[in-house]
């Protein structure tokens, strides 16, 4: 465990509060946020609500970086002209191109100038990662957990997007060797030393599905170099959510089966 995580250890204890909401005493951890975005104009202020009433979340130097995935709404624009109580940072892709683009360019901009003791935390832009579970996720996190997943309780949730969930996490797990439940949350807690084990070892392949299957190609890479891995129960509500979702089910469900292919052919299971 690294030094800073026993110092997180030590420190951490979430049964009390303060004035402003946080733990009586938290983890002397940065935090930085990356958040994929895409045509979110109607959650993206309402995201950065939630934040802004949760100023804890930024002490010690962190940071929200808003990577926009070539929205063609005011989603960039908004992230842009933000001028609140929270650093905000905006990532701009000039064209759509996926989560997965989002995520390296996110991962870029967050591992650039933090610590390896810092926190990365990634989640949804449409305000359906309960940040309410944030503390118990990096409690676990600053326990020595290097990376941390949101197991969801799905409620309000369509049933296509829960059937592919499931199946996803199923299909992962058995093809792959993988003991986690839910593989494609993008609510997540990391080390930022184990992403840049990731990239280190990985290289530019680290991340190379463009879409949502990008999750669980992460999960199953950074379970193969041996990061140890905690999840977390924790509620994922649709209803909190302006619009419909930007997640192609078909399309996705395709790219699930051609990464297990990829993988699988280079070895790249937890159990190699």
């Keep these: 465990m690294a030094a800073g995580a026993l110092a997180a250890k030590a420190h951490y204890d979430d049964s009390h509060t303060g004035d402003d909401g946080s733990p009586s005493v938290f983890p002397p951890a940065q935090l930085v946020f990356v958040v994929p975005v895409f045509n979110e104009q109607e959650n993206l202020p309402r995201l950065i609500a939630d934040f802004e009433a949760r100023p804890w979340l930024f002490h010690g130097g962190g940071r929200l970086i808003i990577v926009d995935d070539g929205s063609t709404d005011d989603t ?22 996926g989560p997965g683009a989002a995520f390296r360019a996110g991962f870029a901009a967050a591992l650039d ?27 676990r996190a600053a326990a ?21 969930s499931h199946a996803a996490g199923f299909v992962v797990r058995r093809a792959l060797g993988l003991n986690a439940k839910t593989v494609s949350s993008f609510f997540r807690v990391y080390h930022s030393s184990a992403l840049r084990r990731g990239f280190g070892h990985y290289g ?7 879409g949502f299957a990008c999750k669980a190609e992460i999960l199953v890479k950074l379970s193969a170099l041996g990061v140890r891995v905690e999840e977390v129960p924790v509620s994922l509500d649709w209803s909190r ?23 699988r052919t280079v070895g790249a299971s937890v159990s190699s």
């Design 76 to 97: 960039a624009d908004l992230a842009g002209a933000y001028a609140g109580r929270i650093p905000v940072e905006l990532v701009r892709l000039e064209r759509n191109q």
């Design 204 to 210: 530019d392949d680290f991340v190379r599905e463009t």
């Design 144 to 164: 020595g957990a290097e990376l941390v997943l949101a197991d969801w309780r799905m409620l309000n949730v369509g049933r296509a997007r829960r059937t592919l």
């Design 241 to 263: 959510r302006l619009g419909k979702s930007k997640m192609p089910v078909f399309k996705t469900m395709v790219a699930y089966w051609r990464m297990l292919f990829r993988l």
């Design 113 to 139: 100038g933090c610590t390896d003791e810092s926190f990365v935390v990634t989640l949804e832009g449409d305000t359906t990662s309960d940040l309410d579970a944030l503390p118990t996720m990096l409690q």
